[in-house]
């Protein structure tokens, strides 16, 4: 088994700056890829951010290319997100996810196994 745990939402002003961070404890040497997702209310969960297992191959959603980035530790078993320049449309429950598998397409929630609870990041125009 495989637990997530996310941290670092918060209230920001637009423009300002957020690091989330999710923990992942169990059997992580069986968590291969590692992603962000979000979900403003109203609207479908949606991709932000992938990292690959060795950490050395990310992927962003073009609409947060440039502003941030993610991150791994495998020695920490952890996975940040550094969010700059935030815009109001940023708003919304961030979610990490861990792949398990080989298969793996890393926009594609379907095919993350393990998820956390969410944090709250919310950007005040």
């Known amino acids: 088994q495989v637990q997530l745990v996310e941290s670092g939402g918060g209230l920001v002003q637009t423009g300002g700056s957020l690091r989330l961070s999710c923990a992942a404890s169990?059997?992580?040497?069986?968590?291969?890829?590692m992603g962000w997702f979000r979900q403003a209310p109203g609207k479908e969960r949606e991709f932000v951010a992938a990292?690959?297992?060795?950490?050395?191959?990310?992927y962003y959603a073009d609409s947060v290319k440039g502003r941030f980035t993610i991150s791994r530790d495998n020695f920490k078993n952890t996975v940040s997100l550094q969010m700059n320049s935030l815009k109001p449309e940023d708003t919304a429950v961030y979610f990490c996810?861990?792949?398990?598998?080989?298969?793996?397409?890393?926009?594609?929630?379907?095919?993350?196994?393990?998820w956390g609870q969410g944090t709250q990041v919310t950007v005040s125009s």
């Open positions: 990292v690959r297992r060795s950490g050395g191959t990310t």
């Open positions: 169990g059997r992580t040497a069986s968590i291969y890829d």
């Open positions: 996810a861990a792949n398990l598998q080989l298969s793996w397409k890393y926009d594609d929630s379907n095919l993350y196994d393990v």
